[in-house]
Each structure stands twice: as C-alpha cells, then as structure tokens.
C-alpha cells in the first residue's frame, strides 16, 4: 500500500484515496475508543477528525503536509525497510534505467576498489525492491557493489552466491522516489545530473522547499537546481553542465542558470531549439557572448519572444542574420499572381466550353467553334506551363527555408540565394 507521505500534486485520484483511507482510519480507531470506552482516546479522535476536516477544506498542498502526521500519530512511522537478509543472488536483477540517477548504471572507480580490496558482506547491504510482476528482486541502490560482486562471483568468489539485502517496501513509485531522490546521487561532477533529475521529481511530486532542502543543499544550490530543471535534458546546456568538459565552457553553471529562468519565464515560447541556439550564440560568437551580462541577455531574449513576427517555429536570430521572411516574401507574392492567372485561365475555358455548346446548338458556326477549341487548347497549354513555375517556386521557397534555418541554427558557410524572379508574359488569344 502506497505511503501518503509520497502522494503527488498531479494525481488527483491518489490525493482523494488518501482523504478517504485517513477518513476511514479516523472513524474506525473513534469507533474503536467508544467500544473501549476510552474518554481521552475518543476525544483525540474527535480531534483529529475536526483538524482533517478543516484540511480538506483547504489548498491540497496543506492535506498532503498534515495526512501524514495523522497517520504517523495513530500507528506510528512505517518501516520502510526489511532487516538485513541474505538472498540467492539469482534473485536480483538491475534496471539501472529507472533506478539509477546518474548518467552510467555503476562508478567503475568504486567497482574497481572493489574488486581489489574484496567484497565484505558485512558492510553496508544492498537496497532492493520486490517487483511482483518479474517475481525478482531489483537493486535500488547498491549499483555499483552490486556489479562488483557479480564481476568476484564470475570471478569465482562462490561465497557471493547469496548476497545480505535489504528489503525497500513500497510501490514502484516510491522505490524509484528513493533511488533518485535520496539514495543514488554522486558527488562528482556527474551528481550535478543525479541532483537536476532527484530535484525533477522532487517538484513533480509536490515537494516544498523545506522537504527539498533535507536531500539538496545548500539553499543557494538547491534554487540552481530548480533552475536547471527547465533546460532539456537532451540539450547542450545539461550535456556541457554534467558532463567531465565543463570546464571547456566558461560560467557555465551561470549561462544554465539564466537559461533555465528564461524557459520557466517563456514556457513554450522558448523551445528546445531555441535553448541550443542560445548555447550557441553564448559560446560559439567569437567569445563575444561569453561576457554578456544577465538583463543584457534577459533584453536580448525578451526583445525576440515578445516581436510581433515572433514565430515558435523559427529561430531567435540573435546573430541578426537574415530571417527567412525578405528572401521569400516576393516568392510568394509572384505565386499568388500565377495562380490568379491559373484561374482567369481556367475560368476561360470554361466560358469558352460554354460558347461551344451554345454554337454547336445554332449551328452554322463551325469556324467559331474550332477557333474556341484552338483557344482552349492554348490556355490549357499555358496553365501547365504555369503550374510548373508554381511547383519550381515552391521548391525554390522551401530551399531557403531549409538553407536560412540551417544557417540561423549551425552556421553554415553557405547562404541561401535569392532565385531570380522572371514572370511569364501574357499572351492570351
């Protein structure tokens, strides 16, 4: 059964159980105490019952903070862990991918110790977590002693056969709370990535800043933090940030920070192409954006986002190269006038269609008609011709759209070139 010291803000339906388990807890110890005839015990229950109320009736946050301080009052803290105990180690798997914080599933350096120093089954155990659904034990925190025990027993170590665990007891989600929130972050510079990611479910989870500051400190530490949860996870800010070439990319944790308020101000203004442009206009400018400072940078991007041309689509221009628009606005306009003609030609043939009828129906006029056919047939003709002009256009705009967006984004040294604009002549019979 899910602990409701670990309900989550978006998950409306857990906070509603939550109020309904505290409900029936409440009334079911109040009923309790009258059958026992307790004064003093009925009283607390009536009182608690009154303060659960008043939770209810306030903001969510409130319930989650007070619910388990209920609970904690009528049973006691929950053990969250099983004593020590030893298990066959054919019963442990890994799922580094959703236990593990860090960027690598172990730290070769702590397996490496490991492996020369030997393997002491009385130190600390490792944390697992029961997943019914594989019927196997999965390492929650440990990682890297896990491994390094597996390399000892392939190695011949029999007695790592069976390995001394402790048991987590909990959900998937709380497991996974634990592994990345309190248990598995590094204090190298790759724990930078552990902290962004525990800090990540922390806010997810409804956690305060006071709950926060027990995992992430200092105070200081823990707002960069939460700034740098809003930079993708995929882009170069976190890769640089997190990563052993930090030190190639000066003020970095201060760049990504600033980066990081800039996407919270914008929310989906700001996309992640946008974010990688920004990297690159910082530190790939000649130095020069390097230096800049905050409310210059701050302008620079209020000045592109809140520009009535302003275009999620396309990028910031913050080099002020050309933007797609000059190149390919009189593209368009010569489009529209060949499609109008494509019509007034069209429209033609159909009034010339209509002739031919009306003459065939008079009769007698035969050099009428065949001067309409021959008419038609030039329009036709001529319409073919203009919607290939249409479609070479179009190709032609989306070329430098695909050049012009290229350049805006990764500096090519090719620019786009302006096709030269010819518009057909007229000539209708």
Do not use: C
Not at 142 to 155: F, I, N, P, T, V
């Amino acid at each position: 059964m899910a602990t409701l010291t670990t309900l989550t803000a978006e998950l409306t339906k857990r906070v509603n159980n939550a109020i309904l388990e505290t409900q029936r807890m409440l009334n079911k110890e109040l009923a309790y105490s009258k059958d026992l005839q307790h004064a003093n015990r009925i009283a607390e229950m009536e009182a608690h019952i009154v303060r659960l109320n008043e939770i209810i009736a306030n903001h969510e946050i409130a319930l989650k903070a007070e619910i388990p301080t209920l609970k904690e009052g009528l049973y006691g803290s929950e053990e969250r862990f099983s004593k020590v105990k030893e298990i066959n180690r054919n019963q442990i798997t890994v799922l580094p991918e959703l236990f593990q914080g860090r960027q690598v599933a172990y730290a070769e350096e702590t397996v490496n110790k490991i492996e020369s120093e030997g393997y002491d089954k009385s130190y600390e155990p490792i944390i697992v977590w029961f997943d019914k659904h594989k019927n196997k034990y999965v390492v929650i925190s440990g990682h890297s002693r896990w491994e390094a025990s597996e390399r000892l027993y392939k190695g011949g170590d029999k007695s790592l056969k069976t390995m001394p665990v402790k048991e987590f007891f909990g959900d998937k989600e709380e497991a996974v709370s634990y592994a990345v929130i309190e248990s598995n972050r590094a204090s190298t510079q790759e724990g930078k990535l552990s902290d962004i990611n525990a800090v990540s479910k922390m806010l997810k989870e409804g956690y305060n800043k006071t709950e926060m500051l027990k995992y992430i400190k200092p105070k200081s530490y823990l707002e960069k933090t939460i700034n740098y949860t809003y930079l993708n996870p995929a882009g170069k800010f976190i890769e640089y940030l997190t990563g052993e070439t930090s030190t190639s990319f000066p003020y970095i944790e201060r760049n990504a920070e600033w980066v990081g308020i800039l996407r919270k101000m914008y929310g989906e203004k700001l996309t992640n192409a946008h974010e990688n442009e920004i990297f690159d206009y910082i530190y790939l400018t000649d130095k020069k954006g390097i230096s800049i400072r905050k409310d210059e940078l701050f302008n620079l991007i209020d000045r592109r986002v809140n520009n009535i041309l302003f275009n999620i689509k396309e990028p910031l221009n913050l080099k002020n190269l050309p933007t797609i628009s000059p190149l390919t606005n009189p593209v368009k306009e010569l489009i529209k006038e060949l499609e109008k003609e494509v019509s007034d030609m069209e429209n033609e043939i159909s009034n010339k269609q209509d002739l031919i009828v009306r003459a065939k129906n008079e009769g007698d006029k035969e050099d009428l008609i065949a001067g309409f056919k021959k008419t038609i047939s030039n329009l036709s003709e001529r319409i073919i011709n203009t919607k290939t002009r249409i479609s070479n256009l179009e190709s032609e705009i989306k070329s430098i759209e695909r050049q012009t967006t290229q350049d805006l984004f990764t500096q090519p040294k090719t620019k786009a070139e302006m096709p030269i604009l010819k518009k057909p002549k007229t000539n209708r019979n």
